[in-house]
């Protein structure tokens, strides 16, 4: 498992936390943390599942800066 924290801009409440959540562990990553108030996400993943490139992807195809 691989952990990264990733700043994200764009995100202002908690229902843009839970949009970002739910869309990443969609996406396949064993979880994710959004944090409006800090500007990141932490997300652990496996890299054989899913990279840091489609997590990126992921976070900007719902509107946010990464």
Do not use: W
Request: glycine share 4%; with cysteine; proline share 2%.
């Amino acid at each position: 498992m691989e952990r990264i924290i990733l700043e994200v801009t764009g995100m202002s409440c908690a229902h843009c936390e839970k949009a970002v959540k739910n869309a990443l562990e969609d996406l396949g990553v064993k979880n994710a943390n959004a944090s409006a108030k800090k500007n990141i996400v932490e997300v652990t993943f496996d890299p054989q599942v899913v990279n840091q490139e489609q997590i990126k992807s992921e976070i900007k195809e719902l509107g946010y800066y990464v």
